[in-house]
């Protein structure tokens, strides 16, 4: 087999760099790297495959990228990337479904709780020498069994917190999402809802669906007024599907009353944004799929994608083309 040139544009586990290596000519460089930067650009041009996440390929990079036949994404998100350029170029984009659902409604599960029992707020109590005496009324969270969760997309992620919720802490499920979907083992335990049905009636609402042009800003100040005073919002997908300016005010104002981000509007989250830093909201760094083994499993996974499309075999997780 010719061997092709292949940019690897974010570090890949050294196991799945030699299996790229052993049949390609590879080069690495990430371009969020000041000192990779350039390196990136200069083998963009003859680069016949791309892996890597967390990089926007636009329509610019597309640009300079005559050569390229494949882009191998180490993620399930598909936001990054200009999927109608691809499309019009007939380029395939692979990506990583399904390895990470379980460890990424772990994450998000993890949120529902530590915004509901005040987790992060009250650890960091302790870690600051408060607990001094019992404490009182002002620091006791909320239940999180037999609360009424709203789960806004119901993909594979969405039904496996679903499953979490009404199997291990019976709680009763709405999802809204663009079709009702027949799970057999939550029969009379998730329900089939309209979104503002969804906002009314969920004490926590969590939003698993992915962003495209429709889903950007859904969640926006007139939603987050619908939502129940003194519910809860997660976001474990995108930040960019929240009004985050509107979720500060609803926090604020005693609307809501707490919120659990794992991703943002810009990504690292800038120093100076007051959702560091806010006592009602419970802020991680984009840490969903974020394990040893899930990060290797999605790793093996995008590999074996982009060195099926390379030999000309279609690959397991075609996203465009
Ligand atoms: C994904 O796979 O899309 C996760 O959000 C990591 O980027």
């Known amino acids: 087999m010719t061997r092709r040139q292949v940019l690897v544009f974010r570090e890949l586990p050294a196991d799945q760099l030699a299996r790229l290596q052993a049949v390609h000519e ?9 000192e990779q930067r350039d390196a990136f650009f200069a083998a963009l041009p003859a680069a016949q495959g791309l892996i890597g996440s967390s990089y926007p390929i636009d329509a610019g990079i597309l640009a300079q990228a005559a050569s390229l036949q494949v882009v191998s994404s180490i993620s399930v998100g598909i936001d990054n990337y200009d999927t109608a350029e691809l499309q019009r170029r007939g380029i395939m984009l692979c990506h990583t479904p399904g390895v990470l659902t379980e460890t990424t409604a772990d994450t998000i599960f993890a949120l529902v709780i530590a915004t509901s029992r005040r987790l992060i707020e ?6 600051d020498g408060h607990w001094t005496r019992n404490i009182d009324e002002s620091l006791f969270g909320w239940d999180v069994h037999g609360k009424r969760l709203g789960i806004v997309g119901f993909g594979r992620i969405g039904q496996a917190l679903a499953r979490r919720a009404a199997l291990g802490f019976g709680m009763p499920v709405l999802y809204h999402n663009t079709r009702e979907v027949a799970l057999p083992e939550l029969a009379g335990k998730a329900r089939h809802v309209g979104l503002e049905q969804l906002l009314a009636e969920a004490d926590i609402v969590v939003l698993t669906l992915p962003l495209t042009e429709n889903t950007r800003g859904l969640i926006d100040a007139e939603k987050l007024s619908a939502m129940k005073p003194g519910a809860i919002l997660v976001n474990g997908s995108r930040g960019a599907i929240v009004d985050e300016a509107a979720l500060l005010a609803s926090l604020d104002a ?20 007051p959702l560091r830093r806010h006592p009602r909201v419970t802020a991680l760094p984009h840490i969903g799929s974020a394990t040893h083994e899930t990060r290797h499993a999605m790793a093996v996974l995008a590999t074996s994608n982009l060195l099926q499309a390379l030999a000309g075999e279609r690959p397991a997780a075609v996203a465009v083309g």
Do not use: I, M, Q
């Not at 590879?26 to 000041?34: D, E, L, M, Y």
């Not at 009250?122 to 870690?127: K, S, V």
């Not at 005693?254 to 944004?273: I, K, N, Q, T, Y």
């Open 254 to 273: 005693g609307h809501l009353r707490a919120a659990g981000l794992d991703v943002f509007a810009v990504e690292p989250l800038p120093l100076d944004s």
């Open 26 to 34: 590879v080069t690495v460089a990430n371009p969020r790297k000041p």
């Open 122 to 127: 009250l650890a960091t109590h302790l870690r």
